[in-house]
């Protein structure tokens, strides 16, 4: 048997993923005595493969393009009694153990770059539910869940999500949990947006074993103190202070940093005082490298790191505060590219399985489009890149052929290609998006 292809291997591996899940059928169903224990049209492995591949159309379409070549037909209540069975936990799983078989084929400076954010997903209105609250923005109310994602940006591939009712996000924890949860191989970079910026999250990251981080901070108002201090003008320069929760004497000429937990001793904070996490000693010595950079006239960027001086410069810092842009990116092409934005469920459990399919078909086929040789065209004025919304159509359809090349799908989408135009800006448009409803789908 030859060596198989990048498509063929992707293929096999996630097959092989399901098929762990699968066989644990007990621990991924809501009643392991009854479901999936009599052989049905629909088993559990067809209905999540299914799930992995759907598209935007709806359940009767989308049935019908997955069992097309079997020559049989299931219903839509079928397929929402049979899903309705299988756990989210079990879609999570199906996500890491596919994720064990990536190979790591791009680093910087033999650091895998890793970016953290959170984008929300909109679901069905149903003010029943965690996820649902009101907004200026949206006054009659709308149901969103937070999907906090860690995401390799050079590899492409979403490595963990934590999802959280959007009324009740919390950025930190998120972050915190992924961090307790995943063992770091090797050297890795955390990039983190403002709005992570703080002493608790900051001490998880200074504590993770093979983790260094960089995280964009306020320079003014609402900033760290130690941050506040420094002149607002280029610089490189190594940071060291105290933390402390107590308000001794000690701890006010010593001019550490103090963090207000809750109280202790029966004692009552002020009502102005905010609360705050800490779960680490106290006092607690903390120390971090900060670089400002100018990016125009009368703007500067401030980042804080933990990445050495002797490795890192502060060109290269500007590169990786560049790279971050690329979790944004990958947000855009999960939600309208895989198609997130098109769910077809109400019920949470089954929207968070959604979530997890959407993100290991963009895995699966981020790892097959990394194998396509894009040739460069003679006298060409821009480079090419594959285009990434037919890629995924591609891949889904392999995935649910039973018999398929991998070779002629690499082959097939090396043919849909666009041009690269750098430099190109547009002013982000942030407004509310409803959810496409339930009959309102495309009959593509």
């Given amino acids: 048997m030859g ?12 097959e092989n993923a399901i098929t762990y899940i ?21 088993n559990m492995r067809d209905a999540m493969s299914l799930l992995v591949t759907m ?18 037909s299931i ?27 990536e190979v790591i084929r791009q680093k910087y400076k033999e650091y895998r770059v890793l970016a953290v954010d959170s984008s929300a997903i909109n679901q ?9 609250s009101c907004k200026s923005d949206a006054p009659h109310g709308l149901n969103q869940t937070q999907m906090n994602t860690l995401f390799d940006i050079l590899n492409k591939t979403v490595l963990d999500v934590e999802l959280q009712p959007r009324p009740k996000m919390d950025e930190h924890k998120a972050l915190i949990t992924m961090l307790q949860r995943n063992d770091f191989q090797g050297r890795n970079i955390i990039l983190l947006d403002r709005g992570y910026e703080g002493y608790n999250l900051f001490a998880h990251l200074i504590e993770k074993e093979n983790v260094d981080f960089a995280c964009r901070v306020r320079e003014e ?48 904070n002020s009502q102005k005082t905010k609360i705050r996490t800490w ?19 009368d703007k500067y960027e401030t980042i804080v790191t933990t990445l050495p001086r002797f490795v890192f410069s502060i060109e290269d810092i500007k590169d990786l505060y560049h790279m971050r842009w690329g979790i944004e990116t990958a947000f855009r092409d999960i939600k309208y590219t895989v198609g997130l934005i098109n769910l077809h ?88 998006k409803g959810f496409t409803g339930f009959v309102y789908r495309v009959a593509a």
Avoid: W
Avoid at 124 to 132: K, M, Q, T
Avoid at 236 to 248: G, L, S, V
Avoid at 355 to 372: C, D, E, F, K, Q
Avoid at 380 to 408: D, E, P, T, W
């Fill in 3 to 14: 060596k198989l292809s990048v498509a063929d291997e992707a293929k096999r591996n996630l």
């Fill in 22 to 42: 699968t066989d644990r059928r007990a621990e991924y169903v809501h009643n392991p005595d009854a479901d999936f224990t009599r052989e049905r049209k629909l």
């Fill in 55 to 72: 598209e935007g159309g709806s359940l009767a379409k989308e049935l019908h393009k997955y069992f097309e070549q079997y020559n049989t």
């Fill in 75 to 101: 219903t839509p209540s079928a397929l929402v009694q049979q899903r309705s069975k299988i756990k989210s936990s079990a879609f999570y799983d199906l996500l890491c153990q596919y994720n064990k078989t």
């Fill in 124 to 132: 069905p209105r149903d003010p029943n539910l965690e996820s649902f």
């Fill in 221 to 268: 108002e609402g900033s760290m103190r130690e941050i506040r201090k420094l002149p607002m003008k280029e610089l490189d320069q190594d940071i060291e202070f105290e933390i402390t929760t107590t308000q001794t004497k000690e701890d006010k000429e010593r001019h550490r940093v103090r963090i207000p937990t809750a109280s202790k001793k029966g004692k009552t």
């Fill in 279 to 297: 779960d680490f000693a106290s006092p607690y010595t903390m120390k971090f490298r900060v670089v400002r950079f100018q990016i125009s006239d």
């Fill in 345 to 432: 469920s109400k019920k949470e459990d089954l929207v968070m399985q959604e979530i997890y399919a959407a993100l290991i078909m963009y895995n699966y086929s981020t790892r097959i489009v990394g194998a396509v040789v894009v040739k460069k065209k003679e006298h060409a004025v821009h480079a090419y890149q594959v285009n990434f919304k037919m890629a995924v159509y591609l891949c889904k359809k392999y995935h649910r052929q039973n018999i398929s090349n991998g070779l002629k799908l690499i082959e097939e989408i090396s043919k849909y290609i666009e041009a690269v135009r750098p430099g190109r800006q547009d002013k982000r448009k942030l407004r509310p």
